[in-house]
Nanobody, 128 residues
Framework: QLQLVESGGGLVQPGGSLRLSCAAS????????IGWFRQAPGKEREGVSC????????YYADSVKGRFTISRDNAKNTMYLQMNSLKPEDTAVYYC?????????????????????WGKGTLVTVSS
Protein backbone atom coordinates (compact mmCIF):
# COMPACT_ATOMS: atom_id res chain seq x y z
CA GLN A 1 0.00 0.00 0.00
CA LEU A 2 1.48 3.34 -1.06
CA GLN A 3 1.01 5.78 1.77
CA LEU A 4 2.45 8.26 4.25
CA VAL A 5 1.39 8.06 7.89
CA GLU A 6 2.01 10.91 10.34
CA SER A 7 2.35 10.50 14.08
CA GLY A 8 3.50 12.48 17.10
CA GLY A 9 0.84 15.16 17.27
CA GLY A 10 -0.94 16.09 20.45
CA LEU A 11 -1.49 18.79 23.03
CA VAL A 12 1.49 20.84 24.18
CA GLN A 13 1.89 24.03 26.19
CA PRO A 14 3.32 27.19 24.63
CA GLY A 15 7.10 27.02 24.62
CA GLY A 16 7.07 23.24 24.50
CA SER A 17 8.35 20.85 21.85
CA LEU A 18 7.04 18.04 19.70
CA ARG A 19 8.56 15.81 17.06
CA LEU A 20 6.34 14.68 14.23
CA SER A 21 7.13 11.55 12.26
CA CYS A 22 6.01 10.50 8.81
CA ALA A 23 6.57 6.90 7.77
CA ALA A 24 6.42 5.89 4.12
CA SER A 25 5.31 2.50 2.89
CA UNK A 26 5.23 1.11 -0.62
CA UNK A 27 7.93 3.47 -1.87
CA UNK A 28 11.33 4.74 -0.76
CA UNK A 29 11.57 8.31 0.49
CA UNK A 30 15.17 8.77 -0.59
CA UNK A 31 14.00 9.27 -4.18
CA UNK A 32 11.64 12.10 -3.22
CA UNK A 33 11.67 15.65 -2.07
CA ILE A 34 9.64 15.74 1.14
CA GLY A 35 7.82 18.39 3.07
CA TRP A 36 5.57 19.31 5.94
CA PHE A 37 2.44 21.39 5.52
CA ARG A 38 -0.19 22.57 7.95
CA GLN A 39 -3.73 23.84 7.93
CA ALA A 40 -5.17 25.86 10.79
CA PRO A 41 -8.92 26.28 11.29
CA GLY A 42 -10.34 28.73 8.77
CA LYS A 43 -7.06 29.07 6.89
CA GLU A 44 -5.55 27.66 3.73
CA ARG A 45 -2.94 24.94 3.86
CA GLU A 46 0.57 26.37 4.03
CA GLY A 47 4.02 24.99 3.50
CA VAL A 48 6.05 24.72 6.69
CA SER A 49 9.31 23.12 5.59
CA CYS A 50 10.60 21.12 2.63
CA UNK A 51 13.85 19.34 1.83
CA UNK A 52 15.30 18.25 -1.48
CA UNK A 53 16.02 14.60 -2.12
CA UNK A 54 19.56 15.00 -3.45
CA UNK A 55 21.57 17.84 -1.95
CA UNK A 56 19.58 18.39 1.23
CA UNK A 57 18.57 21.96 0.39
CA UNK A 58 15.88 23.09 2.80
CA TYR A 59 13.16 25.70 2.93
CA TYR A 60 11.42 27.04 6.01
CA ALA A 61 8.46 29.36 6.24
CA ASP A 62 9.40 32.61 7.95
CA SER A 63 6.93 31.87 10.73
CA VAL A 64 8.83 28.74 11.82
CA LYS A 65 12.42 29.56 10.87
CA GLY A 66 14.75 29.01 13.79
CA ARG A 67 12.17 26.94 15.68
CA PHE A 68 11.42 23.96 13.41
CA THR A 69 13.83 21.49 11.80
CA ILE A 70 13.04 19.07 8.99
CA SER A 71 15.02 15.87 8.58
CA ARG A 72 14.87 12.41 7.09
CA ASP A 73 16.14 8.96 7.99
CA ASN A 74 16.31 6.99 4.77
CA ALA A 75 17.23 3.78 6.59
CA LYS A 76 13.89 3.98 8.40
CA ASN A 77 12.05 5.42 5.39
CA THR A 78 10.79 8.14 7.70
CA MET A 79 10.78 11.94 7.78
CA TYR A 80 10.57 14.17 10.83
CA LEU A 81 9.65 17.65 11.90
CA GLN A 82 11.19 18.78 15.18
CA MET A 83 9.14 21.67 16.57
CA ASN A 84 10.54 23.80 19.39
CA SER A 85 9.32 26.94 21.13
CA LEU A 86 5.78 26.22 20.04
CA LYS A 87 3.25 29.02 19.90
CA PRO A 88 -0.56 28.93 19.94
CA GLU A 89 -0.54 30.03 16.29
CA ASP A 90 1.24 26.78 15.42
CA THR A 91 -1.99 24.93 16.19
CA ALA A 92 -3.01 23.09 13.03
CA VAL A 93 -3.33 19.75 11.34
CA TYR A 94 0.11 18.87 10.04
CA TYR A 95 0.51 16.89 6.83
CA CYS A 96 3.57 15.30 5.29
CA UNK A 97 4.02 15.01 1.54
CA UNK A 98 6.46 13.63 -1.01
CA UNK A 99 7.09 14.49 -4.64
CA UNK A 100 9.59 12.98 -7.05
CA UNK A 101 10.01 15.95 -9.37
CA UNK A 102 10.41 19.53 -8.23
CA UNK A 103 11.97 22.72 -9.49
CA UNK A 104 13.01 24.06 -6.09
CA UNK A 105 12.06 23.19 -2.53
CA UNK A 106 10.80 26.75 -2.16
CA UNK A 107 8.34 26.19 -4.98
CA UNK A 108 7.27 22.89 -3.47
CA UNK A 109 6.42 24.51 -0.15
CA UNK A 110 4.88 27.70 -1.50
CA UNK A 111 2.82 26.30 -4.37
CA UNK A 112 1.60 23.28 -2.36
CA UNK A 113 0.43 21.31 -5.38
CA UNK A 114 1.63 18.47 -7.53
CA UNK A 115 2.44 16.19 -4.61
CA UNK A 116 2.73 12.49 -5.40
CA UNK A 117 1.73 11.42 -1.88
CA TRP A 118 -0.03 13.03 1.07
CA GLY A 119 -0.45 11.80 4.60
CA LYS A 120 -3.80 12.04 6.35
CA GLY A 121 -2.55 14.52 8.93
CA THR A 122 -1.88 14.72 12.66
CA LEU A 123 -3.31 17.39 14.93
CA VAL A 124 -1.01 19.66 16.93
CA THR A 125 -2.66 21.82 19.56
CA VAL A 126 -0.59 24.44 21.40
CA SER A 127 -2.53 25.76 24.36
CA SER A 128 -2.31 26.48 28.04
Amino acid sequence: QLQLVESGGGLVQPGGSLRLSCAASGFTLDYYAIGWFRQAPGKEREGVSCIDRSDGTTYYADSVKGRFTISRDNAKNTMYLQMNSLKPEDTAVYYCAAVERITTVQAMCVLRNGMDYWGKGTLVTVSS
